[in-house]
């Protein structure tokens, strides 16, 4: 089956810099490749996902790109706010297999 | 209502009770998965519906575990005989798409301690 990796397992940042977060996956089949943020109390919410037919996509401060040779999968978020803070998991999945979460990020900003 | 709900939020029982947790979908959503979060660590998943047919459940730990969802719509995730390692939150989450690669929406979970 599939097996994510995630690292850092914390990050602390302080606001306006930029935070990556990073994954590898072992299953070459692999190709949806979701990032879930999951703040204290609260179940995980998706932030962004990637297909493996690009490379790279981006919404306002979040981006995440993938390298499919390398199996490696990366969340970028620039200018990081306070309310980012929260425990952040990369996944993947194929068609016909479950999602496999990695172990998750905390991520904090400070003011 | 407009998101997964679920209860009990909370749950304590003693070594050996049985449980039953509850889920309630997003309306019309014809996926639902059962994930199982242990302190610090990522959802793990546990089973998976596609309406009222259970299509997988090889994540289930132990014949202890159980889960239904007999009218496609609401299910119940039961633990017979709990024990301290089944101590995690439960998580719900629906899907309007029956592949596996589209959003998942979650509920808050269920946070089960076994004493």
């Known amino acids: 089956g599939e097996n994510v990796e995630q690292h850092p397992s914390t990050l602390s940042v302080q606001e306006g810099d930029s935070a990556v977060i990073k994954c590898t996956y072992s299953d070459s089949a692999s190709n949806y490749f979701p990032w879930y943020k999951q703040e204290l109390g609260k179940g995980p919410q998706l932030i962004i996902d990637?297909?493996?037919?690009?490379g790279e996509k981006k919404d306002q401060r979040i981006a995440v790109t993938l390298n499919k040779t390398a199996k490696h999968f990366s969340l970028h978020i620039t200018e990081t706010q306070p309310e980012d803070s929260a425990v952040y998991f990369c996944?993947?999945?194929?068609?016909?297999?479950?999602?496999?979460f990695g172990k998750g990020t905390m991520l904090l900003v400070s003011p | 209502g407009a998101g997964v709900s679920q209860s009990p939020r909370y749950k304590v029982a003693k070594r050996g009770q049985d449980v039953a947790l509850r889920c309630d979908p997003i309306s019309g959503h014809v996926s639902l998965f059962w994930y199982q979060q242990a302190l610090g660590q990522g959802p793990e998943f546990l089973t998976y519906f596609q309406n009222e047919a259970q299509l997988d459940k090889s994540g289930l730990p132990s014949d202890r575990f159980f889960a239904e969802r007999p009218e496609g719509s609401v299910s119940t995730l039961k633990i017979q005989r709990t024990q301290q390692e089944d101590s995690a939150v439960y998580l719900c989450?629906?899907?309007?798409?029956?592949?596996?690669?589209?959003?998942?929406?979650f509920g808050e979970g269920s946070r089960l301690t076994v004493l």
């Open positions: 996944a993947a999945t194929s068609r016909g297999s479950t999602l496999t």
């Open positions: 990637i297909r493996s037919n690009v």
């Open positions: 989450a629906s899907s309007s798409t029956t592949a596996n690669t589209g959003e998942l929406f």
